[in-house]
């Protein structure tokens, strides 16, 4: 995980060296950058594969071409494979990336399985910047006039820049030559209309075919991400998604002579659901864990930093984030990588207004299902990646592997809906059964903001003073984070750079 700033045009590289500092949180462990023609390449580098060896920008056999990547390529050692190990200078996963696109130009981007921004200067000096799929890692741009400046967050970009600011699309590559092209969906278009069964399907009916396929999907998504030349760890809120991944995190780690078990990260207010789960799991599971142990001081003194981090004011997101925060801040002092339980509920139907009104025919399911996905870039892909990055720690998301994604939206929506002794995500329960304690495998949906107490604690820490006063409600709490927000981000259009408005308290 790094932050990246490329520009080209008319470049001003004081400025572009500016924007980097400003992201050196991203990258703490090593910086470089080079000037190409009309093209400037910059990185801020946490090192994860190859600390010693690889260095960026990453340069091509031919000395011209060159690259640098946010993110990871999980399928580094196939491509290796295909694509001859002896073109290969480095350890790092990034450099699969580097000869993909040597050998099959823009195109080679279907074939990175991973989470990335990149940008690219290819042997004759044009620049190619592409953004992964699902959004993962974060990439914004400003198209000024004789210059497009890129950047890994918001923070990045000069005040007289910001109103120009967008979030750059998932699954879209721009060049010089052929301007701005989509490469991939984040959902597949062959998955996005229901599924019809091929026979009459009821909630909690599936035989063990499905299960296993379920599983072992599952299964090979979280050991992809255990990959890493540095410390790994899991964030374990005490939730079954959360859950599942750190049981097979766990399963690998001692199955692969790790030195030491696998640490898990929990947080929450004293007593709070989260904490209480999570050590339930820790404990039938064997591993290291830690505990953030959060006061209600903690939280609202973080609110402010936890805005400036995530680069949003959601409600939402900031109360979620906020724990997030906290626990990233800890953990980035034992270890430099986590995987996290994100996209579980989006694939499964793990949230309670999926089975609400009205979205309870399966085809308005399926339809809600597909838009939580492709909406994931905007909220909690946006806190996951910002509240680690924030610490220069490197957050891995295994429920939303391609494959992952491709299975779960492709199963037949009637089974993933509610009904009598049928509680949401069943069928993702039933396939791992036994892997976890049956109190957890059965545990019921919480936010995360509820479950680690944060709401409670920052809506009673931002209430009016008075005993007489009511709580803020949702609009006039996100109104006070939206003018925090506004204090550190003067200049940007939320609706460009955020894909929303400002709550209209706030206007």
């Not at 823009?106 to 000096?125: K, N």
């Not at 399963?251 to 947080?267: D, I, K, M, N, S």
């Not at 709401?455 to 006063?469: I, M, Q, R, S, Y």
């Amino acid at each position: 995980m790094c932050g990246l700033v490329a520009a080209v045009g008319e470049v001003d590289v004081p400025l572009c060296r500016e924007m980097l500092a400003r992201i050196v949180h991203r990258g703490p462990d090593d910086t470089g950058e080079t000037h190409r023609g009309d093209v400037w390449l910059s990185h801020q580098r946490l090192s994860i594969m190859d600390p010693a060896g690889g260095h960026q920008p990453l340069a091509g056999p031919d000395g011209r071409s060159c690259l640098v990547v946010n993110g990871e390529i999980y399928n580094q050692f196939h491509l290796r494979e295909e694509l001859g190990p002896e073109r290969f200078m480095t350890g790092s996963d990034s450099e699969a990336a580097l000869h993909v696109l040597l050998v099959e130009g823009p195109a080679g981007l279907t074939r990175l399985r991973g989470m990335f921004t990149l940008a690219h200067v290819d042997e004759a000096g044009s620049l190619l910047v592409a953004r992964d799929a699902l959004g993962v890692k974060p990439l914004y741009w400003a198209r000024k006039d004789g210059c497009v400046l890129f950047a890994s967050e918001l923070r990045a970009f000069d005040l007289a820049d910001r109103p120009l600011v967008e979030s750059f699309p998932p699954g879209c590559c721009w060049s010089q030559r052929g301007g701005l092209v989509r490469f991939a969906d984040a959902v597949p278009p062959r998955v996005r209309p229901a599924r019809r069964p091929q026979s009459p399907a009821a909630p909690g009916r599936w035989d063990e075919t499905l299960l296993k396929a379920v599983r072992e999907t599952i299964v090979s998504a979280v050991e992809d991400r255990m990959m890493s030349d540095v410390g790994i760890g899991v964030f374990l809120s005490g939730g079954l998604d959360s859950a599942i991944v750190t049981a097979v995190a766990a399963q690998y780690a001692r199955r692969h002579g790790h030195r030491r078990p696998l640490p898990t990260f929990a947080v929450g207010t004293p007593g709070s659901p989260d904490l209480l789960a999570a050590r339930v799991v820790a404990e039938y599971l064997g591993t290291e864990h830690h505990e953030v142990v959060m006061s209600a001081e903690d939280a609202v003194a973080a609110l402010p930093r936890t805005v400036r981090a995530i680069e949003h004011f959601d409600v939402h997101l900031v109360r979620s984030a906020v724990p997030n925060l906290l626990l990233a801040e800890y953990a980035s002092k034992r270890v430099r990588v986590v995987l996290t339980g994100e996209g579980a509920d989006e694939l499964f139907a793990g949230y309670p207004d999926c089975h609400r009104e009205p979205f309870l025919a399966p085809e308005a399911l399926q339809a809600r299902l597909v838009s939580l996905v492709e909406g994931l870039q905007w909220e909690n892909l946006q806190r996951c990646d910002r509240t680690t990055m924030a610490y220069g720690l490197e957050a891995r998301v295994p429920f939303l592997d391609r494959d992952v994604i491709e299975l779960a939206l492709s199963i037949p929506p009637e089974l993933k809906m509610v009904g009598p002794g049928i509680e949401e995500k069943k069928l993702l329960r039933d396939a791992f059964a036994g892997w976890l304690p049956e109190e957890i495998l059965r545990r019921g949906k919480l936010q995360f903001g509820h479950g680690s107490g944060a709401k409670d604690v920052l809506t009673a820490g931002l209430a009016p003073a008075g005993p007489t006063e009511a709580p803020l409600g949702d609009a006039e709490e996100e109104a006070a984070f939206y003018t925090l927000w506004r204090a550190e981000f003067p200049g940007v259009d939320p609706v460009r750079a955020l894909g929303r408005s400002a709550p209209l308290l706030a206007e």
